[in-house]
């Protein structure tokens, strides 16, 4: 069994190559397979092309997106996120989706198996710069068609937001909206809103 690792990672000025080490050193430390598939995809347009170029370029019978500001604290920790038919996170965070909570994987770390992604195929492309729901929407589109969700706790550490706060701070508000506008907007076509 193959696993993908595909990590997103934004960094123009080169502000977080220390983190970037501290995740990859992480990655060794804990993972002992031989089976593992490494795709970094720097400096993609947005978070959304960034996750679908490292999906369509990934071998891997499961598929684990990760962000570049965790780092992986477990030994053996890809063995238990691999489970047929699930996507799987380090938890699941709870949102409002027509007026009833749910629980949906957070998108930090999850892992996705072939089966589903060939299924699903990857994030809308209209969502900008991963500024808010085009995780909810992924994972929505998911639910959609069947797909079940499970936490798996495995002690992995995520500092959250920083590419955010270094390169896009000043237009996350105006891209969050907008993102916001096109998930009301899609899921409302679909009567679901």
Same mark, same amino acid.
């Given at each position: 069994?193959?696993?993908?690792?595909?990590?997103?990672?934004?960094?123009?000025?080169?502000?977080?190559? =220390?983190?970037?080490?501290?995740?990859?050193?992480?990655?060794?430390?804990?993972? %002992?397979? %031989?089976?593992?598939? !490494?795709?970094?995809?720097?400096?993609?347009?947005?978070?959304?092309?960034?996750?679908? &170029? /490292? !999906?369509? =370029?990934?071998?891997?019978?499961?598929?684990?997106?990760?962000?570049?500001?965790?780092?992986?604290? &477990?030994?053996?920790?890809?063995?238990?996120?691999? $489970?047929?038919?699930?996507?799987?996170?380090?938890? !699941? @965070?709870?949102?409002? +989706?027509? /007026?009833?909570? +749910? %629980? $949906?994987?957070?998108?930090?770390? #999850?892992? $996705?198996? @072939?089966?589903?992604?060939?299924?699903?195929? /990857?994030?809308?492309? @209209?969502?900008?710069?991963?500024?808010? #729901?085009? *995780?909810?929407?992924? +994972?929505? &589109?998911?639910?959609?068609? /069947? $797909?079940? +969700?499970?936490?798996?706790?495995? *002690?992995? %550490?995520?500092?959250?937001?920083?590419?955010?706060?270094?390169?896009?701070?000043?237009?996350? &508000?105006?891209? =969050?909206?907008?993102?916001? #506008?096109?998930?009301?907007?899609?899921?409302?076509?679909?009567?679901? !809103?």
């Amino acid at each position: 069994m193959k696993h993908s690792l595909i990590i997103t990672y934004y960094d123009p000025q080169c502000l977080k190559l =220390r983190m970037m080490a501290d995740l990859l050193d992480s990655i060794k430390a804990t993972c %002992s397979r %031989s089976d593992i598939e !490494l795709i970094i995809v720097k400096d993609a347009k947005s978070y959304t092309d960034a996750v679908n &170029e /490292g !999906l369509a =370029r990934a071998t891997g019978d499961y598929l684990i997106v990760m962000n570049d500001d965790i780092t992986c604290e &477990e030994d053996n920790w890809l063995e238990r996120f691999a $489970i047929p038919d699930t996507v799987t996170t380090r938890y !699941l @965070r709870s949102d409002i +989706f027509m /007026g009833k909570p +749910f %629980s $949906i994987p957070d998108a930090a770390v #999850f892992c $996705i198996p @072939r089966s589903v992604y060939e299924l699903v195929g /990857g994030i809308d492309p @209209r969502y900008a710069k991963g500024a808010n #729901f085009e *995780d909810t929407d992924y +994972f929505l &589109e998911m639910q959609q068609k /069947g $797909i079940q +969700f499970m936490e798996v706790p495995v *002690d992995v %550490s995520h500092i959250g937001n920083v590419t955010t706060k270094l390169y896009f701070n000043d237009v996350h &508000e105006a891209l =969050r909206n907008r993102n916001h #506008f096109l998930f009301h907007e899609k899921w409302q076509q679909r009567g679901l !809103l």
